[in-house]
């Protein structure tokens, strides 16, 4: 029996959000960009012509939204998708 000492802190993770530390924070940086239009997840969905599931699932960092649908909501934010060395 390991005693609460052996327990490190743990990162609490919903169902509902990505593992992957880069996902999430693009998906933060979109739903900050999305709140300071202020629009909704629906709106945002019509503006940049995808659905709202897609926002969804950009915002909580879940893997597998195609990069032209990431273009896309960018674009209807007013952001730019750029590469910088790390």
């Known amino acids: 029996m390991s005693s609460k000492s052996d327990i490190g802190p743990k990162r609490r993770v919903h169902s509902s959000t990505g593992d992957n530390p880069v996902l999430l ?36 960092g879940k893997p597998g939204v195609a ?8 674009a209807a934010l007013g952001l730019r998708l750029e590469l910088t060395p790390r």
């Open 25 to 60: 924070a693009l998906g933060d940086r979109f739903r900050a960009a999305r709140g300071a239009a202020g629009l909704t997840q629906d709106e945002l969905a019509m503006a940049a012509g995808v659905g709202r599931e897609l926002i969804i699932r950009l915002e909580n």
């Open 67 to 74: 990069l032209n649908h990431v273009a896309r909501v960018a």
